[in-house]
């Protein structure tokens, strides 16, 4: 007779699951809730202190860890002398596997967790016997997810035995199972003793959808999210309407929401390759979303939106009136929903827009992975500097706080020109910081007199700081620190243009 160890923590199918394998001939042997919860149906079980001839001790901690268990799982059937050592100890062969191990992840979700409760979820036995399961899959079938329980019943009534192929497949899965458990412990106790950039860097994701193609039609993609993604995500998103998301979109989306969450009162964003080419604030959201639009009308179409505030009908009935990919934002209104899912494919995501804490970012190179805390710095007025003899008005500090707070999220070389409402040029990604000003500047064309600049790195010469005073521009914010800053201030202060230092970097590759 064949034997089957099943010990799970979700017990979804478990019951049904252990009742077909004891239809198909399986003595089932198990341990403590789960062998209740079998035995309350009417599975007859073998408890595990039954095959070790051990008590289950140590507060459980120890129960499966026994030559009893491990010997029946790793021997090779296919090697007399481990058939000759099995039968000398009186050891029975084990030929299915279906365990999951504690919740460790749901644990350390908990508000407030302590780390005595996370530790006491780190699952021993459930690995070990996973591990040990796999490694002899040429013999031992092994399950770790209930969402695999029918294919291997199918397959054992259809042969008595399920298929090499299926075993190998099962096999692989446990170790990125048990690879991504592990992944998930040493990143909480990794964060819990304070480093930051341990030795070794294991990072696990779960596969949420296989998009149809990533940056272009030739390019395979799929999209993982994070166990322990936060809520004001792209991976928590919901979608309410329209096609499946490509790569595209969800990098654009992810841009969107970023920039939108830097705003405090109603704001709208405006994105294309994952660029802002529209930032607008307002007293209402549909106040903002027209600013955002009106900054730049052209470069809008078939682009995404992000808002921070509920999408009321006033705001839906402008987008409506426009292509666009996707609309995201903590919620629609009733009347804002019904018209715009009139529209066949935009996509609509739910998501709630917070700034929140700050986290790692990963960027992939050729052979390497690239990790640094994320650009969220949160600069205080107080401490910026004037470097020129005029100084700003209040107005003028206003807006030029609103366009840094937009430049940021700009692609280097970066320089954007608006007001305290939105922005109205802007330029990014060129070789060169006088390249950039030229494109928002004449993006803002007439609007930039009067507007201020913003400029993510310091001025190398004074050239754009001539060309924004020729434009119009009064007021200037950079960063400062160029060998050279002294002839920007100059061009400034021979224009009457006001210059605030801010002492920080926001570089954007």
């Not at 030929?95 to 908990?110: A, G, S």
């Amino acid at each position: 007779m064949k034997r089957a160890l099943i010990s799970v923590s979700d017990k979804t199918g478990v019951v049904e699951f252990a009742k077909e394998l004891e239809g198909l001939g399986f003595e089932i042997i198990s341990t403590g809730g789960t062998k209740q919860a079998l035995s309350d149906a009417g599975v007859k079980v073998i408890g595990i202190e039954e095959v070790t001839a051990f008590p289950e001790m140590l507060d459980g901690r120890v129960k499966t860890l026994h030559p009893m268990i491990h010997g029946g799982l790793l021997y090779r059937r296919d090697l007399t002398e481990h058939q000759e050592q099995i039968e000398d100890h009186g050891i029975k062969p084990i030929d299915l596997v279906c365990v999951n191990l504690y919740p460790f992840q749901e644990t350390i979700e908990k508000p407030g967790v302590m780390l005595a409760d996370a530790i006491e979820n780190i699952d021993i036995g459930g690995p070990s016997m996973l591990r040990s399961a796999a490694k002899n899959y040429a013999a031992v079938t092994v399950a770790v997810d209930a969402a695999d329980y029918a294919g291997i019943l199918a397959e054992l009534r259809e042969n008595g035995e399920t298929k090499f192929a299926t075993r190998e497949k099962l096999a692989a899965k446990v170790f990125r199972h048990t690879a991504a458990y592990d992944a998930l412990i040493g990143g909480y106790l990794t964060e819990v003793s304070g480093e930051v950039f341990p030795e070794k860097l294991t990072l696990t994701y779960n596969l949420d959808e296989t998009l149809r193609y990533g940056e272009n039609p030739h390019q395979d993609a799929a999209f993982y999210t994070e166990p322990l993604a936060v809520k004001s995500s792209i991976a928590k998103a919901r979608q309410l309407h329209g096609k499946e998301l490509s790569y595209n979109n969800i990098r654009d989306a992810d841009a969107a929401l970023k920039i939108a969450a830097e705003f405090d009162g109603a704001a709208a964003v405006a994105v294309k390759h994952m660029n802002p080419c529209g930032v607008g604030v307002g007293a209402s959201i549909d106040e903002a979303f027209k600013r955002a639009f009106e900054a730049d009308e052209t470069s809008i179409f078939g682009g995404i939106i992000a808002l921070n505030r509920e999408v009321n009908l006033e705001a839906a009935e402008m987008m409506s009136q426009i292509f666009l990919e996707i609309i995201l934002a903590p919620s629609f209104s009733k009347e804002a929903f019904d018209l715009l899912s009139k529209k066949k494919n935009i996509r609509l995501l739910e998501v709630p827009i917070e700034r929140g804490a700050a986290y790692l970012e990963t960027t992939s190179v050729k052979g390497g992975l690239l990790l640094q805390d994320s650009d969220m710095a949160a600069e205080d007025p107080a401490l910026f500097e004037v470097m020129t003899e005029r100084k700003p008005t209040d107005e003028e500090l206003a807006a030029m706080l609103f366009q840094w707070k937009v430049v940021k999220h700009v692609k280097s070389n970066a320089i954007v020109v608006g007001n305290e409402k939105q922005t109205l040029g802007i330029g990014a990604g060129q070789m060169n910081r006088v390249g950039s000003a030229l494109i928002a500047l004449d993006q803002a064309g007439e609007a930039a007199k009067g507007a201020v600049m913003a400029s993510d790195a310091f001025f190398p010469m004074d050239d754009t700081v001539s060309l924004a005073a020729e434009r119009g521009i009064t007021a200037i914010i950079q960063p400062g620190g160029s060998i050279k800053d002294a002839d920007s201030v100059a061009a400034a202060n021979k224009h009457g243009i006001a210059m605030i230092k801010t002492n920080i970097r926001h570089f954007k590759h």
